[in-house]
């Protein structure tokens, strides 16, 4: 290996030796009598050259790495080049089928990246291919978002393919030597170039992630790799990382960082611990409801409520990884989010252990537990996922199979339907009246259109048939939460007949803001749209016999979880879980996300600085990244390691 690294050094060597030999001036006056002459393989090169750079340069706001930078544009050449050198080489019409095959991936990946990171503010990963079929539904709905830029790209790459296969020539043959050279050189150079990146962090440190080697090497950060090697090596490299890319196995060294970790459990209580113990439990998890829906004039029943609740005014639901919405429900669940580390959705970990999760504890006092929403069992695996969570069982009205429409997507129907009634307010169990429901709303979900979606199922005949009557996509957006917010309605009314209204606790939380809104204005009137404040959302507990409060420390999905096991006396091993409980006078308040950036309700961090808000030393930023290092290693050792069926092993060995 030794050998060959000289070798490699000494060839490099000579090489700059020859440039700097160059006359640069007689090389720039005789480029474009050149370029003429070689016009096909201009075209060729500049017809995929153009979809990585636009999109490198319409995304430059994400900061890591300049489009001008080496370091992508290496990577781009080297793929394009190669693709180049083997049509040449090739056959006419082995030639013109690689190049057309090359392309049309390429055009799609294009496509794909663009209008996933309009939606989403991330590049699209194939880990969320398990979670296609949800989305698939809504795919001409994206096409509608691709930009103006997007479609000059896309003329100009059509123009330069057109003028590529014009040029075609038809008499080229075969040059096995040098297709079989120029894939080596490819080999070669491509195992060279993440050197150039200079050396990774092994140690963990909580700036791991800046550097760029590091960035390459898990490939978690989507938004960073496309950066900082273009789109060709990122499909590859993703797909690679995310299908073949050995998991690391589990070392002695990490076990006993993660058994140290949870030894050091102490009880935890305070002024709210038991506060609703005994009581039941209803959770709403509502789709794309922000907070500019919130109101009295939109949502009335929903701001009734939450003026008589215990109201986090600075939570957060935060997207990490793919699947947004699942991620919210496996974080309220399992107290532990998607990994950052590493290429896993929320979804996959369906064969973990989480003997510790909210359903299962609720369970060992003896609570029903069910989950409810509108979809079928097998969107995100809910079916199997909700098992191995704890629930007694997952309900969704499509797998009823009853509706022959579909306005098992209206929001209303989660009660209005007999069957779904009787087990949210375990009409079925009697004898055992305490209940954990956790319903999941749908109706707010895009598209926001007269003519489709929930939108066009809540307006009356009248106004489908008029044509003078176009609701705008803001206007739409609140028709279809105000039937989430009469889902609400019901739901009290419901409690109140049913003779549980004062012995059941609400609580209430959007699983991710309103990214799917076309018009992003309406966003910046409320919202920090230009950092990750944006996923700012409200969080409220409601029951009839508390003191409304406002809670202003900043929190997470991942303090409703533990809040809740305080407020009903299930909190006995705080450490087991990334978030704390909310209401614990010790509880400084934050949330960090998938880029490592984090708010603790005064400063927003990024990259080591302060971006929004109040200054702070050197040392305080240091120590709060160095802790939401440790909680991010800790998440994602956890769910690697399958960490609680190890410790539940152990358990029983020992007994």
Same mark, same amino acid.
């Given at each position: ?25 007689? =090389? ?61 080489? *090739? ?91 120029? *894939? ?35 490939? /978690?950060? /989507? ?12 499909? =590859? ?23 140290? @970790?949870?030894?050091?459990? =102490? ?23 922000? !907070? ?32 947004? !919405? ?42 029903? =537990? ?170 409220? @507990? ?79 930023? !240091? ?8 909680? @991010? ?23």
């Amino acid at each position: 290996m030794k050998y060959l690294i000289n070798k490699i050094q000494n060839y490099f060597t000579k090489l700059f030796k020859k440039i700097k030999k160059i006359n640069f001036k007689e =090389v720039i006056k005789n480029i474009i009598p050149f370029l003429i002459k070689n016009k096909f393989y201009v075209f060729m090169f500049m017809s995929l050259y153009i979809l990585d750079l636009s999109t490198r340069i319409m995304t430059n706001s994400i900061g890591f790495v300049h489009f001008l930078n080496p370091y992508p544009n290496m990577f781009t050449t080297l793929y394009l080049l190669t693709l180049v050198f083997l049509v040449k080489n *090739l056959k006419n019409v082995y030639g013109k089928l690689l190049y057309g095959l090359f392309y049309a991936f390429s055009f799609v990946m294009f496509l794909v990246h663009n209008l996933y990171y309009i939606y989403f503010k991330v590049f699209f990963d194939f880990s969320v291919l398990t979670a296609a079929s949800e989305g698939s539904s809504y795919l001409l709905d994206t096409l509608k978002d691709i930009k103006f830029w997007m479609y000059i790209v896309i003329i100009i790459s059509i123009v330069l393919v057109f003028l590529t296969y014009k040029n075609f020539n038809k008499n080229r043959t075969n040059n096995k030597k040098i297709i079989l050279k120029t *894939l080596i050189v490819f080999i070669i150079v491509h195992l060279i170039l993440p050197f150039t990146f200079g050396g990774a962090t092994t140690s963990l440190e909580w700036n791991a992630w800046k550097n760029k080697r590091n960035v390459y090497n898990t490939f /978690n950060d /989507n938004n960073k790799c496309m950066e900082l090697v273009g789109m060709f090596e990122y499909n =590859v490299r993703n797909f690679y990382v995310t299908y073949f890319k050995k998991t690391e196995e589990e070392s002695d060294e990490v076990l006993s960082k993660l058994d140290a @970790i949870f030894e050091s459990n =102490v009880e935890h209580q305070n002024q709210y611990t038991g506060m609703f113990e005994g009581k039941n439990l209803i959770f709403l998890q509502l789709e794309s409801i922000d !907070t500019f829906l919130t109101t009295e004039e939109i949502m009335p029943n929903l701001a009734s409520l939450r003026s008589q609740s215990i109201n986090f005014t600075d939570h957060y639901s935060f997207v990490n990884g793919g699947g947004s !919405t699942f991620n919210s429900e496996f974080m309220i669940n399992t107290g532990y989010a998607t990994p950052y580390t590493y290429n896993q959705n929320a979804y996959t970990f369906s064969k973990n252990n989480f003997d510790y999760s909210l359903p299962n504890l609720f369970k060992k006092v003896g609570y029903t =537990v069910n989950a409810f929403h509108m979809n079928s069992s097998e969107y995100y695996s809910r079916g199997v996922n909700y098992k191995n969570f704890g629930y007694d069982s997952y309900n969704g009205l499509k797998d009823l199979k009853t509706y022959t429409d579909k306005s098992y997507e209206l929001d209303t129907e989660l009660l209005k339907n007999e069957e779904f009634n009787s087990k949210i307010f375990n009409v079925e169990n009697p004898l055992n009246s305490h209940f954990v429901s956790y319903i999941i709303s749908y109706t707010a979900h895009t598209p926001f259109s007269k003519d489709k979606g929930t939108c066009n199922m809540l307006l009356t005949e009248e106004q489908r048939e008029d044509e003078n009557f176009n609701p705008t996509e803001f206007e739409c957006m609140k028709i279809q939460a105000k039937e989430t917010d009469d889902m609400i309605g019901l739901l009290i009314e419901n409690l109140k007949e049913k003779n549980l209204y004062d012995d059941t606790v609400i609580i209430v939380y959007a699983d991710h803001y309103a990214y799917t809104l076309t018009d992003k204005s309406i966003l910046e009137l409320t919202k920090d749209t230009s950092t990750n404040l944006i996923n700012h959302t409200d969080c409220f @507990i409601w029951a009839s016999d508390i003191e409304p409060q406002e809670v202003t420390k900043t929190t997470s999905q991942l303090n409703i979880m533990p809040t809740i096991l305080n407020l009903f006396n299930l909190y006995v091993k705080p450490n087991y879980y990334i978030g704390e409980d909310a209401l614990d006078p010790n509880y400084l308040g934050y949330v960090f996300f998938s880029d490592y950036s984090w708010w603790d309700g005064k400063r927003y961090v990024a990259l080591g600085d302060v971006i929004k808000g109040l200054p702070a030393t050197e040392e305080y930023i !240091t120590e709060m990244s160095n802790k939401i290092n440790d909680l @991010i290693y800790k998440n994602d050792e956890v769910l690697k390691t399958n960490y609680f069926k190890k410790l539940k092993n152990k358990e029983t060995n020992d007994n």
